[in-house]
């Protein structure tokens, strides 16, 4: 190892605390510090190259050093950092909103700009409880979620986050809400088998609006995937049934399609797959194409209008981050865009998935291989230590790690969420290194779990 890496290491491991990292650990190895990216690969300090197999946590969409995008970033610095949005505007804010608009669900029409997902989620939550004070219904003030959803580590976004074990230890600090099951097909939460079950887990959303619509502001979840849950995949058809159960019981429906959103499953956003339209839709990660912070809360005519009014009724949405449609940001979004439209990238993307699914049926036939399920470019392949009876591995096992550190072995950077193992390359992946990362990882899968 070189001299600079060893210091680079040593001054991270002295000064920085990672997140959802166990600090301990991290500072029993050596980092492996990334320096620069190319296309689908990462490059550290030693001169190593690896796949970037879950596009850099889930944010990167057409692989690194995209030359549209480096240019939208250098072209906006030479113009300006940034500038506030509070009350004024900036070019890229503007131009990108109404981009954003022209590929969204029709119907949605107001772009609100934060930098994170989580702030983004916030943004729904608030925008949501505050659009039922403006309608005189002050009593529609809780939120129903689903177990093992997922939208970020603010507060708010945990009142409505579904997984245990990052949840429960700061269950003192959040509100009430209503808990749907998941649409978890693998592990049915309520012991049935889809499709002889019709969707039965739709149905538990449906009875909880029945019994308290009244005091219910929204519906959060994921559509199609439940990503930070397992990539856990929703039957088709479950998105709109929940739609039709919001609309029927006037609640508002919030998807968040911060993993899902461009073209993840095949499509831009996955709730196309379903034609539904939320009241509100919230992006982030994939919205820079993977390089700069900023995110977006997107709501229809409907939930806008109620906010306006004359300054003394004080019906402003009180909200705002000091980022909020940073130029640089937009800037950088706008060029993702137009990567999309320039090289078709959505049309190119129906091979890509093909094969990839192809290839996952291949992963079904290892023995410690429960299931494997994907929505496009998402992919989870669980891992069990008793087929049989889905017994799951010991999370102690760490057998996701095992197979992600065999993987690192062969150039291919993956990280895994307990036991099941994530793909989700960037779309923009070319054909050959598809294909050695589906290889590297099945290979890396059996030797964990077979040896
Ligand atoms: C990652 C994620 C978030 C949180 O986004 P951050 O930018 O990490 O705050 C919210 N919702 C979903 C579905 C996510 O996958």
Redesign the pocket.
């Known amino acids: 190892m070189s001299d600079r890496t060893k210091k680079l290491g040593k001054i991270d491991r002295e000064y920085v605390w990672h997140p959802f990292t166990q600090m301990k650990e991290y500072e029993e190895q050596e980092p492996i510090v990334v320096e620069g990216g190319e296309g689908v690969y990462l490059y550290d300090t030693e001169g190593r190259k690896y796949i970037d197999g879950v596009s850099s ?2 944010v990167n969409i057409h692989g690194h050093k995209v030359p549209e995008i480096d240019n939208a970033i250098k072209n906006q610095i030479d113009k300006l950092g940034h500038s506030t949005l509070l009350g004024v505007t900036n070019p890229p804010a503007a131009e990108l909103a109404k981009e954003l608009i022209g590929i969204c669900p029709p119907g949605l029409k107001k772009v609100f700009y934060s930098g ?6 916030e943004v729904a939550i608030k925008m949501a409880f505050q659009y039922w004070q403006h309608k005189g219904k002050p009593d529609k003030a809780k939120f129903v979620y689903l177990e093992n ?6 507060l708010g ?1 945990v009142s409505v986050g579904g997984i245990e074990l990052f949840h429960s230890t700061f269950k003192p600090l959040l509100f009430e809400t209503y808990r749907a099951p998941s649409y978890y097909c693998y592990r049915c939460p309520l012991g049935k088998t889809y499709p002889s079950c019709e969707i039965a887990c739709a149905k538990e959303v449906e009875k909880i609006l029945e019994k308290h619509h009244e005091e219910i502001c929204a519906v959060i979840l ?1 559509p199609y995937v439940q ?2 849950g397992g990539m856990i995949v929703a039957p088709e058809g479950y998105v709109k049934i929940v739609r039709e159960y919001c609309h029927k019981y006037d609640v508002l429906m919030i998807l ?5 959103g461009f073209g993840r499953t095949g499509k831009m956003f996955a709730c196309e797959h379903d034609g539904v339209t939320p009241d509100i839709m ?1 992006l ?2 994939g919205l820079t194409g993977g390089y700069l ?1 900023l ?1 977006a809360t997107i709501t229809t005519q409907k939930v806008y209008d109620a906010f306006l009014g004359e300054y003394e009724e004080f019906k402003t949405f009180f909200h705002g981050h000091s980022y909020a449609g940073n130029p640089i940001s937009c800037a950088a979004s706008l060029g993702n865009l137009e990567v999309f439209r320039k090289h078709n990238t959505l049309e190119n993307l129906h091979v890509k998935i093909d094969y990839f699914e192809e290839e996952l049926k291949e992963f079904e036939g290892l023995k410690h291989v429960g299931n494997v399920r994907n929505k496009g470019l998402m992919a989870g392949i669980e891992l069990v230590e008793d087929k049989e009876t889905k017994k799951p591995f010991p999370l102690e096992r760490k057998i996701g790690w095992e197979v992600a550190e065999n993987a690192m072995q062969h150039e291919v950077l993956i990280r895994p969420l307990g036991n099941v193992v994530v793909l989700m390359p960037p779309i923009g992946i070319p054909m050959e290194d598809l294909k050695k990362l589906l290889k590297v990882t099945y290979k890396a899968v059996k030797e964990a779990t077979e040896s």
């Open positions: 946590l889930w994170d997902g989580a702030s983004a989620v959803g997922y939208h970020g580590d603010t976004a994921e990503a930070a968040d399609e911060v993993a899902t919230v982030g990660k912070p995110s």
